[in-house]
């Protein structure tokens, strides 16, 4: 089975594998998701009505309103926390989003993850070694 | 990152265990963003208390209460800590609700004592209860150079871009751990040489009232996400209200926590200031497409044109959004099924009360509420399907969070639409 390799900086430590959710658009936290189901609510989102509850989540950044970790910490305490997140532009935002998170989260990366991922792919994180390990859908 | 002493003494409870909570989740965060170290602070604005949905569940139910509340949502701590006094001069953005309009915006009394019981919690540890999206209109006003730690991203960028001061979009978590520090990690915008523009705006078309500047922030948040807008070719100078909706509208369709207008804006006497003598990594063009589409995007969500919402205030509007208002409401009587609610901070509404523009409000059939608004409370009239809104911003979310089609046109627009209750606005 071909597997791809990436290379990243830790964001958020730990190790974890799951299903791939990708998507070009960045994520407003407030006012983007629903933090009660992982869902996906902006109204011109390419994802809007997805969850990425449980999934590897990866993503261009995060956009919006300052309540961006806010939300996906309430998000981790409804039970409908992401796996994983992958993204390649750092703010402030999507760093402490990650934080408190408590997942596994990088960025920096070797190569484009949403060049090299799709949605349904098996993604190995591990973020303390600061690798990625994708198993192509259908591979 | 490297800590200094008294960042290395707080980390080891020297200064008990909140203190410890707070600066462990600084060091988290800081090592998150790769920042190599903290800066002091001591102006942060954040929201703390407990009435949004969600948490505000959380504080009934747990047995730790506030002192819960805030050790997990603003120190990211399972552990419950007792919350001390804030170190750093602190305000506390917009609430869940306006107490003094539970009725109106079907608040329960239960919700109003979670609301009161929050804010007598939060107003002892000596957080300022300003209670506004908009601090800077109600005597919090950075100075340039001045290092914050600001949530609230129409602030963040506000605070920025007009006044100079340097703050990245803080979270709740962050924010909280800068109250009981005065400390944030120096990243971003806290840096000189993050500051400088990436993207020139060249506008072809007049952009003059609140709402022009909202069209255009929405186009420009979108096309540069991120990164760093410069205006060039304003033809008149913007007021508060005016840069006030640029920004909110500008860091809702795109993630934008800074930018420039040339002569305008403190840090952008020229081009070559702006741009720190750089070339810029793209030149947009605004013109009369470019402001069609910002409309239609805007106007994206509405179908039905009768309105039986019309919701103004996103950001607080500041007094003299209020008396224009009022010139164009006085003596009128807004539609029977239609509601007005106009949002503005508690201070700017005493000034209101005093100048009779509330009871002009009131004798119209409309209502001026404070401390919260329809998308951050989600608090609108019974049965609304169809709001009209002024702001860009509130165009942007209403729909997403409480599933209502929203029209977005100017002042005169949205309060034409109260009166008549159906909208009949249209694009320039």
């Given at each position: 089975m071909k597997t791809i390799m990436l290379r990243g900086r830790k964001v958020v430590g730990g190790c974890v594998e799951g299903e791939a959710l990708v998507t070009r658009d960045r994520i407003s936290g407030w006012g983007g998701i629903d933090p009660r189901t992982g869902t996906i609510i902006e109204?011109?989102?390419?994802?809007?009505?997805q969850s990425f509850k449980g999934k590897v989540l990866v993503f261009p950044g995060a956009k919006g309103s300052s309540g961006w970790s806010s939300q996906f910490h309430v998000a981790r305490l409804a039970g409908a926390a992401l796996a994983a997140m992958l993204f390649n532009e750092m703010t402030t935002k999507i760093a402490l989003g990650a934080v408190v998170t408590h997942a596994p989260a990088m960025t920096d990366?070797?190569?484009d993850p949403l060049a090299l991922i799709a949605t349904g792919d098996w993604v190995r994180v591990d973020a303390d070694q600061g690798i990625v390990e994708i198993t192509k859908n259908g591979a | 990152m490297r800590l200094t002493g008294d960042e290395q003494a707080m980390l080891d409870g020297a200064g008990g265990p909140a203190v410890q909570k707070a600066m462990d989740l600084l060091v988290r965060y800081g090592e998150a963003l790769g920042a190599e170290r903290l800066v002091d602070t001591n102006n942060v604005c954040a929201t703390v208390g407990a009435t949004t949905p969600f948490i505000r569940d959380y504080a009934a139910q747990h047995p730790g209460g506030m002192d819960a509340v805030f050790s997990e949502?603003?120190?990211?701590?399972?552990e419950v800590v007792k919350i001390p006094k804030v170190k750093a001069y602190s305000s506390h953005l917009q609430q869940g609700i306006d107490p003094n309009h539970a009725e109106q915006q079907g608040v329960s009394a239960e919700l109003v004592q979670i609301y009161r019981k929050g804010e007598a919690f939060v107003g002892a540890l000596g957080?300022?209860?300003?209670?506004?999206?908009?601090p800077y209109q109600v005597g919090n006003v950075p100075v340039r150079g001045e290092h914050c730690a600001w949530m609230e991203s129409s602030a963040v960028i506000y605070c920025n871009s007009v006044l100079g001061g340097r703050t990245n979009a803080e979270g709740r978590e962050s924010a909280g751990a800068a109250m009981l520090t005065g400390k944030i990690p120096y990243w971003g915008y806290h840096l000189?040489?993050?500051?400088?523009?990436?993207h020139l705006i060249e506008l072809e078309v007049e952009v003059r009232d609140t709402a022009d500047w909202g069209l255009l922030g929405y186009y420009v948040g979108e096309m540069v996400q991120e990164r760093i807008p410069v205006l060039s070719g304003v033809s008149h100078v913007p007021n508060l209200a005016r840069l006030k909706h640029f920004g909110a509208a500008a860091s809702s369709s795109g993630g934008v926590e800074m930018y420039h207008v040339i002569g305008?804006?403190?840090?952008?006497?020229?081009m070559n200031e702006a741009f720190g003598g750089r070339k810029p990594l793209a030149t947009i063009k605004y013109g009369a497409a470019e402001r069609t589409l910002a409309y239609e995007r805007l106007n994206?969500?509405?179908?039905?044109?009768?309105?039986?919402y019309v919701m103004l205030g996103c950001p607080h509007y500041s007094i003299e959004q209020i008396w224009e208002v009022c010139q164009l409401l006085e003596g009128q009587h807004i539609h029977a099924g239609t509601s007005l609610w106009i949002f503005t901070p508690h201070s700017i509404k005493q000034v209101a009360d005093r100048n009779g523009y509330t009871r002009i409000i009131a004798e119209a059939g409309g209502h001026l509420m404070t401390d919260t608004c329809s998308a951050f409370g989600?608090?609108?009239?019974?049965?609304?399907?169809v709001a009209a809104v002024d702001s860009a911003k509130q165009a942007h979310y209403l729909p997403a969070i409480m599933g209502v089609q929203a029209w977005f046109g100017s002042t005169a627009d949205c309060v034409q639409a109260a009166i008549t209750g159906r909208w009949s606005g249209a694009a320039k």
């Open positions: 109204t011109r989102h390419e994802l809007r009505g990366f070797d190569q | 949502f603003s120190l990211d701590s399972a957080v300022q209860l300003l209670n506004t999206c908009t000189e040489q993050n500051r400088l523009g990436t305008v804006t403190p840090e952008a006497g020229s994206s969500t509405a179908r039905e044109r009768r309105v039986d989600r608090v609108i009239p019974k049965g609304a399907k």
